[in-house]
């Protein structure tokens, strides 16, 4: 899917209705990259020091859809660096499909009050139970921010638990069931995103939340938060997915064969 808003940076327009739409585009496109730029730098990211690295990044923003700098985690600016590695990966056949895979944690609202009692009166468990430890594992939010879906399947793996259990467990129950953000970055092909949630799926793996977007030159990135793999690692399910990936790129290498061998008969008969 190629959007029409990735217009250079200077580019000149006339004021009509679709070029002030396109312009108003560009101001939100350009908010983002220099609140992603001021982070990085500040934080004293390498990268971003390096001699064009403005151009590079503003070139990754101006490829994509407006919605993704609207739609991405701008307090998350490390994120963002992923994604344009990614898709630079995706740009060689070798390395493609590029395949990032890391834990993340998603906190549903509620009351501060609430969250501080529970915080304060989990100290002591937490001490005395390594798998209350575990549950406490601090991990990043996800790319794209908190949404209603996930807040809400946060909470309801909150009601799930034992409603005789200890307060403090119910209000960490939510570290118990860890997610997995999976992004992929490869050609841009139709029914491509059937074929990634078919993929995930076929490893056992349930879309909590997914976020796909077209380059105007011809490439994807696509998002997933998932739950369903059991461990808090991510090598393993790095192995499955590349495993699944090898397996679809085997049986479309044969039905092209197929399709190649049919055709050559069919000109066979004609002459």
Not at 78 to 105: G, S, W
Not at 181 to 193: A, Q
Request: aromatic share 6%.
């Amino acid at each position: 899917m190629v959007m029409d808003d990735n217009e250079s940076c200077g580019s000149r327009v006339h004021d009509t209705p679709s070029s002030l739409t396109q312009t108003r585009q560009q101001r939100q496109k350009q908010e983002v990259y220099n609140e992603v730029l001021r982070r990085l730098r500040e934080s004293r990211n390498e990268e971003a020091n390096r001699p064009g690295f403005n151009d590079e990044l503003w070139a990754h923003f101006n490829r994509l859809p407006t919605r993704y700098a609207l739609d991405v985690n701008v307090e998350r600016a490390e994120d963002v660096l992923i994604h344009k590695r990614l898709l630079h990966l995706a740009q060689d056949p070798a390395t493609r499909p590029a395949i990032e895979v890391r834990l993340v944690q998603v906190q549903r609202n509620g009351n501060p009050d609430d969250s501080a009692r529970s915080d304060s009166s989990s100290n002591d468990i937490v001490q005395s139970s390594p798998r209350m430890s575990s549950r406490q594992s601090i991990h990043p939010p996800p790319a794209f921010g908190s949404s209603p879906n996930l807040e809400a399947l946060a909470l309801e793996a909150s009601k799930s638990q034992d409603p005789e259990s200890d307060s403090s467990v119910h209000a960490n129950s939510w570290f118990s069931r860890p997610l997995h953000e999976i992004t992929f970055s490869t050609e841009d092909k139709p029914k491509l995103l059937s074929q990634l949630t078919a993929l995930l799926a076929e490893i056992g793996l349930n879309i909590q939340e997914a976020h796909a977007f077209s380059t105007v030159d011809g490439f994807s990135l696509d998002v997933f938060v998932v739950d369903g793999w059991p461990y808090e690692e991510t090598e393993q399910l790095t192995v499955a997915l590349e495993k699944e990936v090898l397996k679809i790129e085997v049986i479309l290498f044969f039905i092209l064969l197929v399709v190649a061998i049919v055709r050559v008969w069919e000109l066979s008969q004609i002459n």
